[in-house]
Structure formats: C-alpha cells, structure tokens
C-alpha cells in the first residue's frame, strides 16, 4: 500500500513483510530539504505508530546529499521517535554515496539505551530477504 508517492521519494507498508518500505529516487526536479524533505518522514513516523510497525526499509541508493539542519532534524527528532513508536530492525541499502548510510547507521546506533538490528545492504533484494527473517 503506498502511503506517499512523488518524485524524490516512495514510502509504502508492505503486508507481506510487515514493514514500512522508504525508497529515494533519482530527481533534478525538486529542492528536497526543509518541510519538503520533512514532510513524507513525518507521515512514515505516523505509520509506524499507527500500525505499530517493527521494521523499516530505508532504500537510499538515489538520495542526494541531506542539508545540515535536516540532518540534525533526522538526529534530534525523526530517529528518536521512530524507535519509540517501536522501531527494532532497520534494513538499510546503500547510497551511491556510501557516507550516507554510514551517518545514518551511526546516529540510529548512537540512541543510547534501545535495542536496534541494523544490517546494511547494497540490494533492495538483500534487505527484502532478511526483513522475511528477521
């Protein structure tokens, strides 16, 4: 089921795996920081709340560089409440620049005091599968 679509950016629930899949595509299109950039994690934050969601995807193979202030915004606000709406897996797929998944591994690691399975892939495929298992 696709929660929100445009784009830069694909969140849908998958039944199947019981997950909140996140997809970033390539796009020249659209300035993706701000309210922009916020605005569809917000309705994936309130996804997860309300269907009590344990696993997430994040597929970050086409998302462009993350502005500093949502950055902090991610570090600050968005990663805490994810893992308080019940957040325990994260499958995250490599980004074309790999330092992005590695901040984003590093700051979901850093929440002191919650139990997280990150695994990193480079395949959607890869992630999907463990998801099946995990």
Avoid at 6 to 32: A, C, G, H, M
Avoid at 78 to 97: C, E, F, R, T
Avoid at 117 to 123: M, Q, R
Wanted: aromatic share 10%.
């Amino acid at each position: 089921m696709i929660i929100f679509e445009s784009p830069f950016l694909r969140v849908e629930y998958n039944e199947e795996l019981q997950t909140i899949l996140e997809e970033w595509k390539l796009d020249f299109t659209t300035k993706v920081e701000g309210e922009v950039f916020r605005q569809p994690l917000e309705v994936l934050l309130q996804e997860f709340k309300n269907r009590q969601i344990s696993k997430w995807l994040c597929d970050n193979t086409e998302q462009k560089p993350i502005a500093s202030t949502d950055q902090l915004w991610l570090e600050e606000y968005y990663y805490p409440n994810l893992i308080k709406a019940g957040l325990q897996k994260v499958a995250l797929v490599n980004a074309k620049n790999i330092l992005g998944t590695s901040s984003a591994k590093n700051l979901l690691q850093g929440l002191v005091g919650h139990q997280l399975t990150i695994e990193v892939f480079n395949k959607n495929k890869e992630a999907k599968n463990w998801l099946k298992t995990a």
